[in-house]
């Protein structure tokens, strides 16, 4: 049977860590964490946390990148559940071909909650830092790529029901819907990238998804600008998000 390959692509801070871990808690599936950060870092003048490690520790030709991406899937499995970030992927050495053997969706968040996520981080963050045009541009190459556009998903609705919104977005991808999704144990993988020092304490102390938080903190003059700008892609997007499927 040809393995299926997911490509989930989002923004920081937009619950991609958690959603890997679902994905990884089923049997039939393998995970990749940001493949392309390495290759980013080295080219695009981006001055992230350990970014020396993770040249150092992770792949930054993107033909080897690409090429592993749609090789043998690890450990033989049946599906492969590859975490991306578009801003990682709109570099000039960086070609799209492979997109094509890829089923595809988008995780959003509210850009309030993704630029106060990030400021605690990296500080200041751009709309370019979170991904918002390129997500706009991928997301416009994707519907032209397949003829309909890739299905949405939004954090704060899977947080508030992990289990429908699971299950959407598997009948979505077309892929089975698996209970074992819903949970996983606590700790951090060795398919995590070496970022993951640095930005995954919370997830690596999950067992699941955590309920939705509470109203958003005000932000600052610079952050809320930048939120302010991402808020209609962000709207757009949101126009056609997928709604949660009833447990049978």
């Known amino acids: 049977m040809t393995p299926i390959r997911l490509a989930i692509w989002s923004g920081p801070r937009n619950l991609s860590t958690a959603m890997m871990r679902s994905f990884g808690a089923r049997a039939d599936c393998a995970v990749s964490d940001e493949p392309f950060y390495a290759t980013y870092l080295a080219t695009s003048g981006a001055i992230h946390p350990m970014q020396e490690e993770i040249i150092a520790a992770h792949e930054p030709d993107p033909e080897k990148v690409i090429a592993h991406l749609i090789g043998p899937v690890p450990g033989g499995k049946s599906l492969w559940y590859q975490k991306h970030m578009p801003q990682q992927l709109y570099l000039p050495n960086i070609r799209r071909d492979w997109l094509s053997q890829m089923r595809h969706a988008l ?7 993704v630029v106060a996520s990030f400021d605690a981080k990296l500080p200041s963050p751009s709309l370019e830092d979170i991904g918002v045009p390129q997500m706009d541009r991928l997301d416009a190459e994707l519907t032209a790529l397949n003829g309909a556009p890739p299905p949405v998903f939004k954090a704060e609705d899977v947080r508030a029901n992990p ?25 951090a993988r060795d398919t995590d990238g070496v970022w993951g020092a640095h930005w995954y304490m919370a997830v690596e102390n999950s067992t699941g998804f955590a309920p939705p938080p509470g109203p958003p903190a005000e932000l600052a003059p610079n952050l809320a600008a930048v939120a302010a700008a991402a808020r209609p892609s962000f709207e757009r997007l949101q126009a056609r998000k997928l709604t949660p499927l009833m447990t049978p």
């Open 107 to 113: 995780l959003i968040r509210a850009p309030e909650r």
């Open 163 to 187: 289990e429908g919104m699971l299950r959407a977005l598997c009948a979505a991808l077309d892929v089975p819907f698996d209970e074992a999704m819903l949970s996983w144990p606590k700790g």
